[in-house]
């Protein structure tokens, strides 16, 4: 079982910076390649990035291409979502996903466990 917990959303203005954190509870979290997804009010959960449990390969979703960078600390069993140059279009419920799959995906049914969410507001 793998409980996660994401911190560090908030209201912030268009062209501001915000970086998100997600904790891990589990034995072995590089086992796990992780993920970050949103949800806007009235759309679908979306994919945004993902990183693989070395951390040495990543994905992102063009929307957020140039201005996110996802990392992962296997140390702290924690990963982050940097984003910056944000837009009223980021505007979203922000969560944190673990995978067991080999390989890293955008899929959210390759998914196995999601945190709760963290809300991020973006004013323009």
């Known amino acids: 079982q793998v409980q996660l917990v994401e911190f560090g959303g908030g209201l912030v203005q268009a062209g501001d910076s915000l970086r998100l954190s997600c904790a891990a509870s589990?034995?072995?979290?590089?086992?796990?390649?992780m993920g970050w997804f949103r949800q806007a009010p009235g759309k679908e959960r979306e994919f945004v990035a993902s990183?693989?449990?070395?951390?040495?390969?990543?994905n992102y979703a063009d929307s957020v291409k140039g201005r996110s960078t996802i990392s992962r600390d296997n140390a702290k069993n924690s990963v982050f979502l940097q984003m910056n140059s944000l837009k009223p279009e980021d505007t979203a419920v922000y969560y944190c996903?673990?995978?067991?799959?080999?390989?890293?995906?955008?899929?959210?049914?390759?998914?196995?466990?999601w945190g709760q969410g963290t809300q991020v507001t973006v004013s323009s």
């Open positions: 996903a673990a995978s067991t799959s080999y390989y890293l995906s955008f899929s959210r049914s390759a998914y196995d466990y």
């Open positions: 589990v034995r072995t979290f590089s086992n796990y390649n």
């Open positions: 990183i693989i449990r070395s951390g040495s390969s990543t």
